[in-house]
């Protein structure tokens, strides 16, 4: 089948999925009813693909949506919400152990930054249904960042150096990742560039919160009773949204992309707007090489996800998001849904055969939107391959 | 009584479901269907101490009924949430 005629049959396919994950993300109506009501076996395409994409929690919102008439049957809306409570339990969970974490460490002298997850987490109207995934945290200075690696291995716990040359250890039963590095940018030419544009950058204290946020919380914080807060320290707006953007850029360059990724980004761009300059950031994205890139991500949260292009940081032109699509598709959460992916296997060669495959099936992104950055991750992914073997 | 503070109540539209957050196995979990007065009691007796007598004072209230039969509806209510476990005394 050719590309075009398979995204018209993705497009027809994904409509009600779509449908319902843009009303869950900004918990509003369905803009079109038409695609509804759905077959039994179309109801669990769209839960399978939801789990797929790990946007369950969110498209379960989707549902408080639809007329009662065009809710699926009552068997999958039960499946649907025992799967809610367990992740607000799984995000109850995985805020303690953060909170363990950092006091851990704030209490051996070195400061953690806590990238995307549960920082991620904050941005949506319901953070307790965002699927969450392991705890990823930035240390400042080299010196942290080999204080806190120390410190974990001298608790007795496994830690582990990976291809990319961050660490990455279980704690209590959840993945925890330390990381050198801020932005996913490789480009070693702009190395100084980044390290000015952090050290000018303030960091700011976020709330966790396992309850409900008030639906109009403009300010990430300020309306939560802080009772049963806590606080830990994230990166400014404008870092954040570099951070996200060159994450994805990363990913879907190489390992693949999912759609919760996507959602993190586009509820980022809403919640932020108001708190940092547009034209700004647009001349980071233009210094960092990520026009093109964001361009096309752009297109992607406005023509799929329902953003609205006022919270965009800078007009631009759209353009045809397909190839975007059609990779986030095939691979899932962090492509683990691409056929050859095993989490498990650990073997130099099986490794190293995935990460090369999946760079060339997702060429079509390199070739158009960043084929310096990937061509620099691939290297430093090789490389760290070796020194890990 | 009070209800038991690991039965977590979802609702969508005019469905009303409890859901035990303690099981871990996803295809073991306990679920109970409400109607939409036990889960109008659920969602406000949460964190409270209540007897049944207050309930029925409430459905009278909330619904218009006569006290002797909200007494009634209520002590079978809590009766079967006492023997599921989803009150404790």
């Not at chain 1, 974490?101 to 051996?108: A, E």
């Not at chain 1, 009773?225 to 850029?249: D, G, W």
């Not at chain 2, 109970?32 to 101490?49: I, Q, V």
Request: proline residues 3%.
């Amino acid at each position: 089948m050719g590309a075009g005629r398979r995204m018209m049959e993705y497009t027809k396919e994904y409509t009600p999925f779509f449908s319902l994950l843009r009303s869950g993300l900004w918990e509003k109506d369905l803009i079109d009813l038409s695609p509804f009501p759905i077959s039994q076996e179309e109801w669990l395409e769209v839960y399978t693909r939801s789990c797929r994409q790990t946007v369950q929690g969110i498209v379960y919102r989707g549902l408080s949506y639809l007329p009662s008439q065009l809710l699926p049957p009552e068997e999958l809306l039960v499946r649907w919400m025992v799967e809610s409570v367990r992740l607000e339990e799984n995000n109850k969970r995985t805020n303690k152990e953060i909170m363990a974490l950092y006091t851990f460490f704030v209490s051996n002298g070195v400061h953690p930054i806590l990238k995307k997850g549960q920082a991620a987490a904050a941005l949506y109207e319901v953070p307790s249904l965002r699927v969450c995934g392991d705890i990823d945290l930035y240390f400042r200075t080299k010196e942290e960042y080999k204080c806190a690696n120390l410190l974990i291995a001298r608790q007795g716990i496994e830690i582990h150096r990976r291809a990319d040359g961050s660490y990455d250890y279980n704690w209590h039963g959840i993945e925890v990742e330390h990381h050198a590095t801020l932005v996913d940018l490789r480009n070693p030419f702009l190395s100084a560039y980044l390290k000015k544009l952090l050290q000018g950058n303030d960091f700011d204290e976020n709330y966790f919160s396992e309850s409900r946020s008030s639906k109009n919380d403009e300010n990430r914080s300020s309306k939560i009773n802080e009772s049963s807060l806590y606080k830990i320290e994230v990166p400014s707006a404008s870092i954040t949204l570099l951070m996200f953007n060159a994450h994805i850029m990363k990913h879907a360059l190489l390992s693949g992309i999912g759609l919760r990724q996507l959602c993190d980004m586009a509820r980022a761009y809403y919640r932020f707007s108001g708190l940092y300059q547009g034209e700004e950031l647009r001349l980071i994205y233009q210094k960092t090489g990520m026009m093109k890139w964001s361009r096309l991500l752009h297109s992607f949260l406005t023509e799929y996800l329902g953003l609205e292009k006022k919270y965009l940081p800078y007009e631009q032109d759209t353009v045809p998001a397909e190839k975007l699509l059609e990779a986030i598709l095939r691979g899932g959460n962090f492509g683990q849904h691409a056929g050859d992916y095993n989490r498990k296997e650990r073997g130099y060669f099986s490794k190293k055969n995935y990460m090369i495959k999946s760079i060339y099936r997702n060429r079509r992104i390199s070739l158009d939107c960043a084929l310096f950055e990937a061509f620099c991750w691939t290297a430093e992914l090789i490389c760290g391959q070796i020194h890990e073997s | 009584m009070k209800i038991n503070e690991n039965f977590k109540l979802r609702i969508i539209k005019d469905h009303y479901f409890i859901v035990d957050s303690t099981q871990k196995e996803e295809n073991m979990v306990d679920v109970y269907k409400l109607n939409e007065a036990a889960a109008w009691f659920w969602s406000t007796l949460s964190g409270k101490e209540f007897t049944a007598t207050m309930l029925a004072e409430c459905l009278c209230d909330r619904y218009g009924i006569a006290y002797e039969r909200a007494l009634a509806d209520v002590e079978t209510m809590l009766e079967d949430w006492l023997k599921w476990g989803l009150a404790e005394e």
